[in-house]
């Protein structure tokens, strides 16, 4: 926790938040900027204690080591908590954080050569009818659930991090059933200049929910550029897709090659990238064989199912025929027919040439797994086109392949931010204008946490020490979780009001704080 203040003050949070609020009133125990600071001690404290329960979390804590002199945990309480929260709302939490996370990536001296954007859904706890909500504040409601939650309301969380150590730079909430594309078109439209003028970041990264038309011209129109995955639903990466005999693929490092394509999707001059993966085809293949045996047993049964039904006419069975072959990837027919049934009302044998009182008709078949289509589908896998509007030669494959694959610093993000152990795995406050505040506090804990992780590695390195892992060897790259862990323990003592002691500092605790410096040296000493 310690390591966290220090982070803290390094990046000078509760004096930014104290600043973009002047008014509050000096009678108060606590600032904004401490609760905000609190709640990030809390938040990285991986407890996942409520709001309500913050003063237990720090009744055993050192509160004046860690937030400033003259504040105790009861101040912390819950009703701080949500003025904190309340206020955060009214000045604007994306415009807040987008300062914020301006201020860290010039501290840290990152170079910011790309920005990526994803999304994730958290569902939330509890019925909110909305009625005295802001007319501006988010909608918790249904929608598609990445947590596999679908019975629950859920709020949408659109993050942009750098590329380099997975800072979020940007933040904002989208009601739970917001589309991808529509949410990237948005911010887009209202934040990239802001954005580019911030950070100086060269490339737009995200998938392929970015790569819709109006979205590539508006990003082209404001010069910015763009790296982002191709949806192979496109009639234009269909055709590509069909001409892999010919491809000629260029190898490229860890089982990757590719091959450039010119193309003018949306009117946008671009390149495309269309790259093949040695491991991610291994890996589909077995998903494919999987999916192939499950979908034949399927289309068994439905064929079954169908050749039972009778239908009135000839015509209503080749219909019924048609869309059945239309909703099959790999399965065929052979020696399909349609057989005409005699109806006749009497029971008993039919007399010789006795015409019948009615007809029906049913289908018959032979069902078989269609190899080319297989084949076709074998040779689609481990395939993805990248595209960007760089059309320069400093923009190589390699280049752009790495760039992208920068997009798993806003996935990493995403799974720290929706771990069990991080403030809350589903959210329940009163209101959803706390909800979306407290979407900034935890981006807050997110930005802290890899701004430190960034700087321990990076000092390691500069002062070459190492520091134990998990199997106590050396290394250079720990996860800030472990550097964590490995502080627990560490108490403060005062006795009679006396100078107070720190105890059970160990040698690789000292190795940390002497590479990140005065400032954390202070909180340990």
């Given at each position: ?28 125990h ?42 105790l945990?009861?101040?912390?309480n ?25 201020r ?11 920005i990526?954007?994803?999304s ?13 909500a802001?007319?501006?504040a ?93 949806p192979?639903?496109?009639?234009q ?5 069909t ?14 090659s ?6 003018d ?38 064929f ?23 909703a ?17 009302e ?30 076709l ?60 505040a ?5 981006t ?17 390195k ?21 550097v ?27 190795t ?6 005065e ?7």
């Amino acid at each position: 926790m310690g390591l966290v203040s220090g982070m803290c003050k390094e990046l000078k949070i509760a004096e930014f938040f104290d600043e973009a609020h002047p008014e509050q009133s000096k009678m108060k125990h606590i600032s904004y900027g401490q609760l905000v600071v609190a709640m990030i001690l809390n938040g990285l404290g991986f407890v996942g204690r409520t709001l309500h329960l913050y003063p237990e979390y720090f009744a055993d804590k050192p509160v004046e080591r860690l937030l400033g002199k003259g504040i105790l945990a009861e101040h912390i309480n819950d009703d701080a908590l949500g003025r904190c929260l309340d206020q955060l709302y009214e000045t604007g939490v994306s415009e807040l954080y987008q300062g914020l996370s301006a201020r860290v990536v010039a501290s840290l001296g990152l170079p910011c050569e790309g920005i990526n954007l994803d999304s994730t859904s958290i569902h939330v706890d509890g019925k909110y009818d909305g009625e005295d909500a802001d007319i501006n504040a988010v909608k918790l409601v249904r929608g598609y659930s990445r947590d596999h939650r679908p019975e629950l309301n859920q709020v949408i969380l659109n993050l942009i991090t750098e590329n380099k150590a997975g800072i979020p730079v940007y933040m904002k909430a989208a009601s739970g059933n917001t589309n991808d594309a529509e949410g990237f078109k948005q911010i887009v439209k209202a934040h990239i200049k802001s954005l580019k003028a911030a950070q100086a970041c060269r490339y737009f990264v995200a998938d392929a929910a970015l790569y819709v038309a109006e979205t590539i011209r508006s990003l082209d129109e404001q010069k910015q550029l763009f790296i982002s995955r191709v949806p192979q639903k496109l009639t234009q990466a269909k055709n590509i897709l069909t001409q892999l005999e010919s491809a000629q693929f260029e190898p490229l490092e860890n089982g990757y090659s590719g091959i450039w394509f010119d193309a003018d999707y949306a009117g946008v001059k671009q390149r495309w990238l269309l790259v093949k993966s040695e491991k991610a085809q291994k890996r589909e293949h077995l998903i494919l064989n999987k999916k192939l045996a499950q979908r034949s047993l399927q289309s068994q049964k439905s064929f079954r199912k169908l050749c039972k039904q009778r239908f009135a006419c000839q015509q209503d069975a080749e219909q019924a025929l048609s869309d059945w072959e239309s909703a099959q990837r790999y399965t065929s027919i052979s020696d399909k027919r349609v057989i005409c049934q005699a109806v006749f009302e009497k029971s008993g044998r039919p007399k010789v040439n006795q015409q019948p009182d009615s007809h029906y008709y049913q289908l018959a078949g032979e069902l078989y797994s269609d190899l080319e289509k297989k084949a076709l589908s074998e040779a689609q896998k481990g395939l993805f086109i990248l595209a960007s509007n760089d059309c320069s030669d400093k923009l190589t494959m390699e280049k752009m392949l790495e760039i992208y694959k920068s997009q798993q610093s806003v996935e990493k993000g995403f799974r720290f931010l929706k771990s069990p152990d991080f403030l809350t795995s589903a959210l329940y406050l009163k209101k959803p204008e706390r909800i979306e505040a407290l979407l900034m506090i935890m981006t807050c804990c997110l930005m802290v946490y890899t701004a430190l992780e960034h700087k321990i590695r990076r000092q390691l390195k500069t002062c070459s020490r190492y520091f134990p892992d998990l199997k106590y060897k050396p290394t250079q790259n720990p996860t800030a979780r472990w550097v964590f862990f490995c502080f627990q323990g560490i108490d403060e003592l005062s006795i009679a009001g006396k100078q107070a002691l720190i105890l059970n500092l160990q040698e690789r605790n000292q190795t940390i704080l002497d590479c990140l410096g005065e400032i954390y040296q202070q909180i340990y000493s």
